[in-house]
């Protein structure tokens, strides 16, 4: 079944990468250009979801869109 999905034209289409990873890497900079620190780790989640989507189904869920999530911590109040 999966056979397909990892042959040489479809592995080197990095632009579907390319494109989630400016998304997250712009989101990113933006909170921390507020000063909120980034949880890395749902970012990564986020950005893995979105592209591993797209590859495989030729659609993604566009999880980075909800923006991020920032730690509990770091929220006012």
């Known amino acids: 079944m999966t056979r397909p999905f990892f042959n040489k034209d479809r592995v080197s289409h990095f632009d579907t990468f390319e494109k989630h990873t400016e998304d997250a890497l712009s989101q990113a900079k933006a909170g921390l250009q507020e000063g909120y620190p980034v ?5 990564v989640g986020r950005f893995t ?3 591993a989507t797209e590859f495989l189904f030729g659609k ?3 999880s980075l869109s909800a923006g991020l999530v920032y730690p ?3 929220l006012p109040g």
């Not at 949880?39 to 970012?43: E, H, L």
Request: glycine letters at 0%; zero cysteines; proline letters at 0%.
């Open 49 to 51: 979801l979105d592209s």
């Open 60 to 62: 993604n869920v566009d």
């Open 39 to 43: 949880d890395f780790q749902d970012m």
């Open 72 to 74: 509990k911590s770091s």
